[in-house]
């Protein structure tokens, strides 16, 4: 399901409701360097889909920040208020400053304290259309990529305006310096290639895309696509065998591996076909290829994969899997946490939502140990801490949603 129809396919579940009420904004992290051996913590987008909020965890489960800055927020240097489509690099922050993506229709960078929660600047980046700015990935001080979702069907007005491709821009400004245009031969002509998610690994960024028709109710193959840094020119492309929709990406911590949750063909549905739905294991080195996949056909029942894919060390995946909203001789089915180890064993059903589909968002596990966190939407909203830091059965924790306004938490990725 595309971002901008999963947007709309969950509005069409919600009440009517009032403009988000200004809120008082509470400190960000202050000063403080402490940090767990597990890093210290986690961002946390939390939202019903027309306002947002965004949060701070740490990596003990507590939180630091019940709010760092949200739709409400009177903050001066938040020209444009945060929407209720707001996601997160998939890369983990590494210093102090945070960067959101609004993505559908506003199209608009936030770069954001976390010291303090203050907004140091926004940047539009649709360049005269709705861009759908998917992923941010920080290159040095002066050089950044931002993976643009979605294609201009009428470019040439401004420039820097096609679409469908990594856009180049100096955060320090911050301002759009260039575009780097991903060519795909697609051999059917009614495909637009869509940029997801983008890792960057030494001097080359990995960006995995998805092809759809504009009105997406055809879709067809999926690529990774290898972009040099020094050069900012595409330098190779494989396409992923078998699967459509791929849209998860995550590097593992040695680096030497990535893995690619796939959804499978859309077609214009509000469910996807696990036929072309797959996780897959990729190496990096000596040379880009696919290691093995988890087929969605063999889950049981079988189902789509869902957008979200992380490293549990370097011996294990954790990946969502899709329920279903029931009807049309389908029984309802809630979202799965799967936990797939890649030496020996079966995959592992680790956690349910609380029946409503569509309701998990992306896990995320830290780097620095085998602690992992999964946002669940339903019942008011609550954050899944996983810890497999022991031999013996992993423990999961429940975290109270912590959000002030109540808004169930969406979005997550590791600080």
């Known amino acids: ?71 409400g927020s009177a903050d001066p240097g938040l020209s444009q208020a945060l929407s209720g489509d707001i996601a997160l690099p998939t890369k983990p922050v590494t210093d102090n400053e945070l960067v959101l993506l609004d993505r559908y229709p506003a199209s608009v960078l936030s770069f954001v304290n976390l010291r303090d929660g203050k907004v140091r600047a926004q940047l539009d980046v649709s360049t005269g259309f709705a861009a759908n700015p998917h992923d941010y990935v920080p290159i040095s001080a002066t050089k950044a990529y931002v993976t643009r979702f979605e294609p201009n069907p009428e470019p040439g007005r401004q420039a820097h305006d096609a679409g469908s491709d990594l856009l180049i821009v100096d955060p320090s400004v911050p301002a759009i310096q260039g575009r780097i245009a991903l060519k795909i031969p697609l051999a059917n002509s009614t495909l637009r290639l869509h940029p997801e998610r983008a ?19 055809q879709s067809g193959p999926s690529y990774l696509i290898t972009v040099d840094t020094q050069t900012d020119r595409q330098v190779d492309v494989l396409e992923l065998p ?76 954790l990946a969502t899997v899709f ?15 799967v936990r797939f180890p890649l030496q020996a064993g079966p995959p592992e059903e680790l956690d349910r939502s609380q029946a409503l589909a569509f309701s998990f968002g ?27 830091r022991s031999a013996a059965k992993p423990r999961n924790h429940l975290i109270s949603n912590g959000d002030p306004l109540g808004l169930p938490p969406r979005r997550v990725v590791a600080f």
């Not at 092809?211 to 997406?216: F, G, R, T």
């Open 1 to 71: 399901m595309p971002s901008r129809y999963s947007c709309l396919l969950m509005l069409a579940w919600l009440p009517d409701c009032d403009p988000a009420p200004q809120h008082p904004d509470n400190a960000g992290i202050g000063d403080a360097t402490d940090a767990s051996s597990c890093g210290r913590g986690f961002v946390i987008v939390s939202s019903d889909y027309q306002s947002s909020d965004i949060s701070l965890l740490s990596a003990d489960g507590n939180w630091l920040t019940p709010l760092l800055l949200g739709s």
């Open 199 to 217: 890792l960057r690994v030494g001097t080359q960024v990995r960006v995995v895309a998805a092809s759809y028709s504009l009105d997406y109710r």
């Open 323 to 337: 329920g279903n909203l029931g009807g049309g001789g389908k029984s309802p089915l809630p979202d799965r946490l």
């Open 242 to 317: 078998e699967v459509q929709g791929c849209a998860g990406l995550a590097l593992s911590p040695a680096e030497t591996e990535l893995a690619v949750a796939c959804s499978g063909a859309w077609r214009g549905s509000s469910s996807a076909g696990y036929a072309s739905s797959a996780l897959l294991r990729l190496s990096l080195t000596p040379a880009l290829k696919v290691l093995s996949r988890f087929e969605a056909s063999s889950l049981s029942p079988p189902s789509a994969f869902s957008f979200g894919v992380t490293w549990q060390g370097n011996d294990a995946l």
């Open 362 to 388: 992306d896990p995320q596990c830290s780097r620095a140990c085998s602690q992992c966190l999964l946002p669940d939407a339903t019942a008011g909203g609550s954050l899944r801490l996983w810890d497999f």
